[in-house]
């Protein structure tokens, strides 16, 4: 199978507008903007892309960011120095201090300050490079992961610090699945965030291996006619159409640039790939079965993203 788009530019066109056309609609739903969000620090080389990260979210958002310390065993002195050090780089933005929590866990520390802000929206880092290699390529962090299995707001996941952390924001990638329940959150999440001016990227990865793997686990066959690279392609915009129509109905209401595409390969590895190499902004939905494969998809695309990850 290749993981090339279509080369057809016009046919890719015509195929989604006729999917489009053809669609039950769906409504994306209508995000309130956070009144405040819980930024989260850890004392680590991340940090300060964080709060960057931050001060991006709540500007575009008009929020208040609540700074809170995950790191254990802190002395109060040395705690409130470095909040105030974090708060100082997010200029511009309404800022309060988290009380400490007294939790030894820090994921516990993350959600409880989470819970007492009334924070509707995370950003915290996962860590990357030479902090992956104490942990190992499956993994982001133990407290990352924790906070992600236990969340039911969106979270921001900054990974590799980087220049112009704040121009990802520009050009969102929102990679979808068609029979995803939280495709549309995922949408609409990335929308409000983003705002008009972004250039938005819809990608929808047509993973052959995973659909074979699916209808094994129903104890169904999947006909090798339905495998070939077309048909993978028909299907999948068939299926997308939907999806398709309610974000270009947006973009057009919003004069929002928006790019739709399709791609054959292994998910994690091709929607990893086209982030990174865009330094897009990546938004994805999450799961809400933490024990589906689908779950377990999306926790690797995060592992091997260096580009900001918003799960929703």
Same mark, same amino acid.
């Not at 254990?72 to 309060?96: F, N």
């Not at 050009?171 to 409000?192: C, I, S």
């Given at each position: 199978?290749?993981?090339?788009?279509?080369?057809? %530019?016009?046919?890719?066109?015509?195929?989604?507008?006729?999917?489009?056309?053809?669609?039950?609609?769906? +409504?994306?739903?209508?995000?309130?903007?956070?009144? &405040?969000?819980?930024?989260?620090?850890?004392?680590?080389?991340?940090?300060?892309?964080?709060?960057?990260?931050?001060?991006?979210?709540?500007?575009?958002?008009?929020?208040?960011?609540?700074?809170?310390?995950? =790191?254990?065993?802190?002395? @109060?002195?040395?705690?409130? &120095?470095?909040? *105030?050090?974090?708060?100082?780089?997010?200029?511009?933005?309404?800022?309060? @201090?988290?009380?400490?929590? %007294?939790?030894?866990?820090?994921?516990? $520390? @993350?959600?409880?300050?989470?819970?007492?802000?009334?924070?509707?929206?995370?950003?915290?880092?996962?860590?990357?490079?030479?902090?992956?290699?104490?942990?190992?390529?499956?993994?982001?962090?133990?407290?990352?992961?924790?906070?992600?299995? $236990?969340?039911?707001?969106? @979270?921001?996941?900054?990974? +590799?610090?980087?220049?112009?952390?704040?121009?990802?924001?520009? &050009?969102?990638?929102? &990679?979808?699945?068609?029979?995803?329940?939280?495709?549309?959150?995922?949408?609409?999440?990335?929308?409000?965030?983003?705002?008009?001016?972004?250039?938005?990227?819809?990608?929808?990865?047509?993973?052959?291996?995973?659909?074979? +793997?699916?209808?094994?686990?129903?104890?169904?066959?999947?006909?090798?006619?339905?495998?070939?690279?077309?048909?993978?392609?028909? %299907?999948?915009?068939?299926?997308?159409?939907?999806?398709?129509?309610?974000?270009?109905?947006?973009? =057009?209401?919003?004069?929002?640039?928006?790019?739709? %595409?399709?791609?054959?390969?292994?998910?994690?590895?091709?929607?990893?790939? *086209?982030?990174?190499?865009?330094?897009?902004?990546?938004?994805?939905?999450?799961?809400?079965?933490?024990?589906?494969?689908?779950?377990?998809?999306?926790?690797?695309?995060?592992?091997?993203?260096?580009?900001?990850?918003?799960?929703?």
């Amino acid at each position: 199978m290749s993981n090339t788009p279509l080369d057809d %530019d016009l046919h890719e066109a015509m195929s989604r507008f006729k999917a489009a056309a053809q669609a039950q609609p769906i +409504e994306l739903p209508k995000i309130e903007p956070p009144a &405040k969000v819980l930024v989260a620090f850890d004392q680590s080389n991340q940090d300060d892309a964080v709060a960057v990260a931050a001060r991006e979210v709540c500007t575009r958002f008009g929020a208040t960011a609540v700074l809170a310390l995950a =790191s254990p065993g802190l002395d @109060i002195e040395t705690r409130r &120095k470095h909040l *105030e050090a974090m708060q100082a780089k997010l200029a511009g933005v309404s800022c309060e @201090i988290s009380p400490p929590q %007294d939790d030894e866990d820090p994921a516990d $520390r @993350i959600l409880d300050a989470q819970q007492a802000a009334g924070a509707k929206f995370l950003v915290l880092p996962a860590p990357y490079l030479e902090n992956l290699d104490k942990l190992g390529r499956d993994s982001v962090g133990s407290t990352a992961e924790r906070v992600l299995a $236990r969340a039911t707001t969106p @979270i921001l996941f900054v990974r +590799e610090p980087r220049e112009g952390m704040a121009g990802c924001f520009g &050009k969102p990638l929102t &990679k979808l699945h068609v029979r995803q329940p939280e495709a549309a959150d995922a949408l609409a999440v990335g929308f409000a965030l983003c705002g008009t001016a972004a250039q938005f990227r819809v990608l929808f990865v047509v993973d052959a291996a995973a659909m074979t +793997e699916a209808a094994a686990l129903l104890g169904h066959e999947v006909d090798p006619a339905k495998l070939t690279d077309q048909a993978l392609l028909d %299907d999948a915009q068939a299926a997308a159409g939907s999806l398709v129509a309610a974000a270009q109905h947006w973009a =057009s209401d919003h004069k929002a640039a928006l790019k739709v %595409d399709f791609k054959i390969g292994s998910d994690p590895d091709v929607t990893a790939r *086209e982030a990174n190499d865009g330094g897009h902004l990546l938004v994805l939905p999450c799961p809400a079965d933490r024990n589906s494969s689908a779950y377990s998809r999306a926790l690797t695309v995060l592992r091997l993203s260096s580009v900001p990850v918003l799960m929703v």
